[in-house]
């Protein structure tokens, strides 16, 4: 499956052979097994999450019932654990791959979808945010999803649409307001919620579903899931006893660092500082 092999500190390794890089370019994501990457990462998430979930900041987002985490954003400026994942060797070499730029990373957060009580999430698109939120002017990035527990078809996995990124970014219509439950809270908060702000009509989803098909990629914990930032995507709501949980890194070309926008939303959610990751 991969080129990866050991060398030097600070080479950049290039594991993604052409079949994959093929399949990432037609699906519009990829599904790579748990020893893709070094076994202890998921330790070093399990050591750093409990102070995570329990510090209470802007960047924890809590589901309606104010009371679930339901996401929280920015681990890379926080967390020096969490941010030296982002350059292990064969994660940064495999975006380096896809992109074909240097690479930094403009999101980080844990989704959680906690048993019987994570909320779905609506067909949408993640570059439309990325366009009008933080003035990313192409969707050169790439969604980066380390499972951190088992994925199954019962705890909410992501479903995509495949191939729907070579459609581009879709009619999405701004709602206005503020989503139920989410009334008091910033402005941007309503691009973190599972009413999404920019929604795709169902007539489309319909159309490109039933010409493509749905796949819903699932996987034990340790999995790595990439996808491209246009493919069409939702994932349902957890009605299992097993909680779902996701560290997701966002690169971003360096070259396509953000744009001055009239309200910029928070660093935790747009880093300013596009520099170009080295591998550990």
């Known amino acids: 499956m991969t080129q990866t092999a050991a060398g030097a500190s600070g080479e950049l390794l290039q594991p993604l052979g052409p079949e994959l ?12 097994p748990p020893d893709f990457l070094p076994a202890d990462v998921l330790g070093t ?65 844990i989704n959680i979808k906690a048993p019987f009580a994570g909320d779905q999430w609506e067909w949408h698109q993640d570059y ?52 139920l439950g989410y009334e ?18 169902p007539s489309i989803i319909e159309e490109l579903a039933r010409a493509k098909g749905l796949v819903s990629p699932k996987g034990p914990a340790g999995s790595i899931l990439m996808f491209h930032p246009n493919i069409l995507h939702s994932s349902a709501a957890n009605i299992s006893p097993f ?12 070259s396509n660092s953000p744009q001055d926008v009239a309200e910029p939303r928070p660093v935790f959610l747009s880093d300013p500082e596009a520099v170009a990751l080295q591998p550990l």
């Open 21 to 32: 890089l093929a399949q990432y370019r037609r699906t519009g994501y990829l599904l790579l």
């Open 45 to 109: 998430v399990a050591r750093v999450m409990p102070s995570v979930l329990a510090e209470d900041s802007p960047a924890r987002i809590l589901e309606r019932d104010g009371s679930t985490v339901r996401s929280v954003y920015g681990l890379h400026r926080t967390q020096p654990e969490i941010a030296a994942l982002t350059r292990l060797p064969a994660l940064l070499g495999a975006v380096r791959q896809l992109l074909g730029d240097d690479v930094y990373v403009h999101q980080s957060k």
């Open 243 to 254: 909680r779902r949980a996701m560290l997701m890194f966002v690169y971003n070309s360096v």
């Open 184 to 201: 008091d809270a910033p402005a941007w908060v309503a691009t973190l919620t599972a009413d999404e702000k920019f929604q795709v009509r």
């Open 128 to 179: 439309v945010y990325w366009l009008q939120g933080d003035g990313i002017q192409k969707p050169d990035l790439v969604n980066v999803a380390v499972f951190l527990d088992e994925v199954t078809e019962f705890n909410g996995p992501l479903t995509f649409v495949p191939g729907s990124h070579a459609e581009g970014l879709l009619a999405g219509t701004d709602v206005d307001g503020m989503p």
